[in-house]
């Protein structure tokens, strides 16, 4: 991380710890919340909801970790969230292939009260983690986790519009594959800048 002035020294990791915890608990509450909603409307697409909620946390409570070490560290941390993101990815998957196996007409009513929920929540989190994400890899690959649960969120919605107006359990199906798109492509973006940033500190170290 190249410092500057304004943004090094203890006051700069104090804020992105201070961050870090605010964001950390949102998403813990919030993985709870969308859980049991999702196990109660039998959505696939808010399950996606509830383990991306989940991987956040984990996330978050792993960058709580990287803020006070070198960028090395950093850079490991934000490789093993890459892999949570996959392994989140890999479970929709699954759930999708259960789900086209084992047919269910989803609540859209709870689908829709708890993905508006889960969009204030995380929209708020977007908020508190706009100013640090492009400090270092650590706040940058967190940012990228915030970023996509708003996606995540108005995809939830749109699929809750979609089994209501086609009174038909594909919609929650079809956006659910989708959003393993998304966490694929997230998981890749974020592998490859842990990665760069791993090979960097190598070089670095043997120069």
Same mark, same amino acid.
């Given at each position: $991380?190249?410092?500057?002035?304004?943004?090094?020294?203890?006051?700069?990791? $104090?804020?992105?710890?201070?961050? *870090?915890?605010?964001?950390?608990?949102?998403?813990?509450?919030?993985?709870?919340?969308?859980?049991?909603?999702? *196990?109660?409307?039998?959505? @696939?697409?808010?399950?996606?909801?509830?383990?991306?909620?989940?991987?956040?946390?984990?996330?978050?409570?792993?960058?709580?970790?990287?803020?006070?070490?070198?960028?090395?560290?950093?850079?490991?941390?934000?490789?093993?969230?890459?892999?949570?993101?996959? *392994?989140?990815?890999?479970?929709?998957? $699954?759930?999708?292939?259960?789900?086209?196996?084992?047919?269910?007409?989803?609540?859209?009513?709870?689908? %829709?009260?708890?993905?508006?929920?889960?969009?204030?929540?995380?929209?708020?989190?977007?908020?508190? !983690?706009?100013?640090?994400?492009?400090?270092?890899?650590? $706040?940058?690959?967190?940012?990228?986790?915030?970023?996509?649960?708003?996606?995540?969120?108005?995809?939830?919605?749109?699929?809750?519009?979609?089994?209501?107006?086609?009174?038909?359990?594909?919609?929650? !199906?079809?956006?659910?594959?989708?959003?393993?798109?998304?966490?694929?492509?997230? %998981?890749?973006?974020?592998?490859?800048?842990?990665?760069?940033?791993? @090979?960097?500190?190598?070089?670095?170290?043997?120069?």
């Amino acid at each position: $991380m190249v410092c500057h002035d304004d943004c090094c020294g203890s006051d700069f990791d $104090m804020r992105q710890k201070d961050t *870090l915890v605010k964001v950390l608990v949102i998403n813990a509450v919030m993985f709870v919340v969308i859980m049991a909603a999702a *196990l109660y409307a039998s959505s @696939t697409a808010l399950l996606s909801d509830s383990l991306d909620n989940l991987g956040d946390a984990l996330t978050y409570g792993l960058s709580l970790y990287a803020v006070f070490h070198g960028a090395g560290t950093k850079a490991k941390v934000a490789l093993f969230k890459g892999g949570l993101i996959f *392994l989140a990815a890999c479970l929709v998957a $699954m759930q999708v292939a259960y789900r086209l196996a084992n047919p269910v007409l989803p609540s859209y009513d709870v689908m %829709s009260v708890a993905s508006i929920a889960a969009l204030c929540a995380n929209g708020l989190c977007l908020y508190l !983690l706009w100013q640090h994400r492009h400090e270092d890899i650590n $706040m940058s690959s967190v940012f990228e986790c915030s970023r996509n649960d708003i996606a995540v969120n108005l995809s939830v919605i749109i699929a809750a519009g979609g089994v209501w107006f086609f009174n038909a359990a594909w919609p929650d !199906l079809v956006v659910a594959s989708l959003l393993v798109i998304l966490l694929l492509n997230s %998981s890749a973006r974020v592998i490859k800048g842990a990665w760069s940033e791993i @090979t960097l500190q190598r070089v670095d170290a043997s120069a």
